[in-house]
């Protein structure tokens, strides 16, 4: 029946397998064809490479072989001519010690010198051997019976030694007779007798070892009346034949440097019915380049024909490997490619990054179970690597990691963020504001009330700062609870901020009373000795004045000498108390990080603002800066400033931003010092370093804006785990090196490098922060650091830091060994509870090795610290990309 408009069309088609089959095998067909092809001209070059190499090689060991042969000769005549014997012989055969020429002195006796020199010669086997006199004439030869009066003076060898010029050994020809020769100086209490020249024969037999050593052909070429003949050749006599008029008939350029006494890296010569690759060095000096030329050759066409067998084989297997290709690429065509296909493009994006591919392939047989099993494994990865970007994104917006308030101005009482009692050793501090309890005619009640609840925020701030839980007594007292690594020194700086406050403020000082015991914490509850102890303690205390007792004035004396604590009469009891020193708690602050992002993400009851709560500065959250930046919530504050979350309104971004408080710049010289810090930091570029990005002033108080980064310090990291995992401690050691190397890159020192200023983002990388103290690494004029003057951790410094010397870069690659050895480790090298015993003990004593802190370190890594280390900064790493580059050699 005829087909139809719409019946289906019919026609032949070639099935699907077979189309594939015939795609397939065109594509094996030409992959084989162009790795054979490839491969065999590759392999021509290779074998021509190999050929120019090995008649290097062979050039260089008979150039090895004529040095050695020349050594020898130079010791033996050494020897011959500094033998007392020998020169006392040869003098007295001369007639009392001078030769001919000598006035008034007999002839010598020649026949004399001739036996000696013979018997010399049986001794140290030289070919030939000559006596001559001061002016180059001959005496005697070995190869000669009789004396032939016969001048060498024009010989370039006896010309060089009797003008005393180098050489004194080299080739040398006499007639169509070529040697190695060298001659030596006699002489005799300081009078020259004469020379000696030895020389050793060059013939074939010495060509024969030569080729046997080097492996390639080698023949001595000179020039002889007018034409070119082979002083020795290691080939055979037809093949020598051959060869001299072969080299007659090179190309000019060749023949011309041949003739002229200059060497030919490389040249084609054809004799004996083969193809040869050789090289021509002169025999001579510059000054005699015409004595002749060595000529190494090899055979191109034996040395090829090894590879052209194996390329011949690489054709064949390649034929073969194409015709079992199409064969198998025909099983293979049924459905089985295509899949596998998808899989291995689907596995290369996936390395680049992209798990979006499906397969998507079904059945039950194992190819179905391995596309299923492919999918699920793309998914996982998708999963995960939208999971870390989403987190890594929201890391930066989360809430601060601290307790809502509840705000009570009017009982003033703060509610912990413990629900469960616990007790614990803490350390206590009362302050009493007896201002608030005197009257105040100028004062209305609400204006008082006002003034109670603006001293209440600026606890608050204070305390969240400082990691401390606010409670409050009765009057016009509040106890502040410190518990946790640097309880008191935390406990110190925050009576410092408070004082600091007051002063800004222009309100009277409080006073206050520190002790140390344990304390029992259950909800807003506080009970305790210590808290009698500060009561009592602030009944005897005078306005600005801190009063402590008990273990914590020893620790005081202990830690900051005897002048730490000061006998003081008390002012209610008249009983002897112990008041602590300023400079007690200003060198607490000072020890704590200057930005308190730190501490307040560390402390574990750190406690939020109170809605509303002013700082020391007088900013509220919510309160917009400079018509750009809206304050979020305050991070934390120092004795120099106060550094907030603001939103950028311009860039609709987060920042830190640092306020510097009133006061905390006395002149202008701060202020410019302030600005180089700025100029400092700015320089960095590095995704390892806390960017700085601005600064400026908002109401006439500077101000500097970083970049805002929530994450942990690494302070907070060993506070309970003591040591970091070795895999996670490589990684942050060799982040550290990195950032602190792109610092070093732009001129900046950090000198504060602790696990306090290295911050661990949600995504595991981490960060070098705080570069407050910085300066450049070359000074042209003074800095921040007066001459004698330390700034820095103690724990953490270079001995020449803590002597307030001059530092660099070496300075800061010993803060990297002390963090190195308590991030791996969980100890420090040095320890001391002061200062000058953490110096004495640098200068004094060897460091605590890794090894000792943890047995089970890895020896590279404990060459690395100790390298960190050492005393002398000479002796450390040069530079934090050398500290970088053995940190990346060392694996899990």
């Given at each position: 029946m005829p087909a139809t408009e719409n019946s289906p069309a019919k026609g032949f088609t070639l099935p699907l397998a077979l189309r594939f089959f015939l795609a397939t095998a065109l594509l094996i067909a030409l992959a084989l064809g162009a790795a054979v092809f490839v491969t065999y001209t590759q392999g021509q070059r290779i074998a021509t490479d190999a050929l120019d190499k090995a008649v290097a090689t062979?050039?260089?060991?008979?150039?090895?072989?004529?040095?050695?042969?020349?050594?020898?000769?130079?010791s033996n005549a050494r020897l011959v001519a500094?033998?007392?014997?020998?020169?006392?012989?040869?003098?007295?055969?001369?007639g009392g010690g001078a030769l001919p020429g000598v006035e008034g002195q007999s002839g010598p006796d020649l026949s004399s010198m001739r036996d000696l020199l013979l018997e010399r010669q049986r001794e140290f086997g030289f070919d030939l051997g000559i006596l001559l006199d001061g002016q180059g004439n001959?005496?005697?030869?070995s190869d000669r019976n009789e004396s032939v009066q016969e001048s060498l003076a024009e010989d370039p060898l006896v010309a060089a030694a009797l003008h005393d010029t180098p050489p004194f050994a080299g080739y040398w020809r006499q007639r169509d007779q070529l040697y190695q020769a060298t001659i030596m100086p006699i002489v005799q209490d300081r009078d020259l007798l004469g020379y000696l020249l030895l020389a050793q024969g060059v013939d074939d037999a010495l060509a024969k070892k030569v080729a046997q050593a080097s492996g390639a052909q080698v023949a001595f070429r000179i020039p002889a009346g007018g034409k070119v003949t082979l002083a020795a050749s290691s080939l055979d006599a037809a093949n020598s034949a051959e060869l001299a008029p072969a080299i007659a008939a090179l190309e000019p350029s060749v023949r011309s440097a041949l003739d002229g006494g200059r060497g030919v890296d490389q040249f084609r010569v054809r004799f004996a019915g083969q193809e040869w690759i050789g090289r021509a060095r002169p025999m001579g000096t510059s000054a005699d380049g015409k004595l002749g030329s060595v000529l190494v050759l090899a055979s191109a066409d034996r040395f090829v024909s090894g590879y052209r067998a194996i390329l011949n084989w690489v054709a064949l297997a390649g034929l073969a490997s194409m015709i079992a290709a199409l064969l198998l690429s025909l099983l293979l065509s049924r459905g089985i490619l295509s899949p596998v296909r998808r899989m291995a493009q689907a596995a290369e994006e996936a390395a680049a990054g992209n798990y979006q591919a499906r397969i998507g392939s079904g059945g039950n047989d194992d190819l179905g179970r391995l596309s299923r099993s492919f999918d699920t494994l793309l998914s996982e990865l998708r999963e995960k690597s939208d999971m870390e970007g989403y987190v890594g994104h929201l890391a930066r917006f989360l809430p601060e990691p601290v307790a809502d308030v509840v705000p009570?101005?009017?009982?003033?009482?703060r509610a912990a963020t413990d629900t469960v009692p616990r007790r614990a050793p803490a350390t206590l501090l009362g302050v009493e504001f007896r201002h608030l309890l005197a009257e105040r005619a100028d004062a209305t009640p609400a204006q008082a009330i006002a003034d109670l609840g603006a001293l209440q925020a600026r606890l608050d701030d204070v305390a969240r700062t400082h990691a401390a839980e606010l409670h409050v007594a009765e009057g016009a007292r509040w106890l502040l609870a410190f518990d946790g690594d640097e309880a008191h020194r935390r406990a110190l700086a925050c009576w410092g901020a408070l004082l600091d406050a007051s002063t800004a403020q222009r309100q009277p000082a409080p006073a206050g009373s520190v002790v140390e015991g344990e304390l029992?914490?259950?909800?807003?509850?506080?009970?305790?000795?210590?808290?009698a102890q500060v009561h009592r303690l602030l009944c005897d205390a005078a306005p600005g004045q801190l009063l402590t007792l008990g273990t914590l004035g020893e620790a005081l004396a202990r830690e900051h000498g005897a002048t730490a604590v000061q006998a003081v009469t008390g002012a209610y009891s008249a009983k002897p108390r112990a008041a602590v020193l300023a400079g007690v708690w200003q060198r607490a602050a000072s020890e704590l990080p200057t930005d308190h992002t730190v501490v307040r993400a560390e402390a574990r009851r750190a406690q939020a603002p109170a809605p509303g709560a002013k700082t020391a500065l007088g900013i509220v959250p919510g309160a917009v800066l400079g018509n750009r930046y809206r304050i979020v919530s305050v991070l934390g504050e120092g004795g120099m400033g106060v550094v907030y979350k603001a939103n950028d309104l311009e860039l609709n971004d987060l920042v830190a931003l640092k306020m510097v408080k009133p006061g905390a710049l006395t002149d202008g010289s701060q202020l410019e010092r302030l600005k180089d810090e700025i100029k400092l930091a700015r320089r960095i570029t590095h995704p390892n370093v806390l960017r700085t990005f601005d600064?400026?002033?908002?109401?006439?108080?500077?101000?500097?804006?970083?970049?805002?980064?929530?994450?942990?310090?690494?302070?907070?990291?060993?506070?309970?785990a003591k040591r970091v995992p070795y895999s996670a401690g490589l990684r942050i050691a060799r982040q550290l090196a990195a950032g602190l190397g792109a610092a070093h890159a732009v001129g900046v020192l950090h000198r504060d490098i602790k696990p306090e200023n290295l911050i661990l983002e949600a995504n595991a990388n981490a960060k070098l922060m705080d570069f407050g103290?910085?300066?450049?690494t070359a000074r042209v004029q003074p800095g921040h650091t007066e001459p004698g003057t330390f700034l820095g951790t103690p724990n953490y410094c270079a001995p020449e830091q803590l002597a307030g010397g001059e530092v660099d870069e070496r300075a800061d690659i010993w803060s990297c060994g002390v963090l190195m050895t308590e991030m791996f480790c969980g100890g420090l090298p040095f320890s001391g509870k002061s200062t000058m015993d953490i110096y004495m003990a640098q200068m004094q004593q060897e460091p605590t090795r890794p090894s000792a802190l943890w047995p089970e370190v890895p020896p590279d890594l404990e060459s690395v610290i100790l390298r960190c280390l050492q005393r002398v900064p000479d002796e450390r790493y040069a530079s934090a990309a050398e500290l970088a580059a053995d940190l990346a050699r060392l694996r899990v």
């Open positions: 062979s050039d260089a060991v008979q150039r090895e072989f004529e040095q050695h042969r020349l050594e020898t000769l130079q500094s033998d007392s014997g020998f020169a006392r012989y040869i003098g007295s055969a001369a001959t005496l005697v030869r009570d101005a009017p009982t003033r009482r029992l914490h259950g909800g807003d509850a506080l009970l305790g000795m210590p808290q600064f400026g002033e908002i109401g006439g108080v500077p101000y500097i804006s970083m970049e805002y980064v929530r994450g942990l310090t690494l302070r907070y990291l060993l506070r309970d103290i910085a300066r450049p």
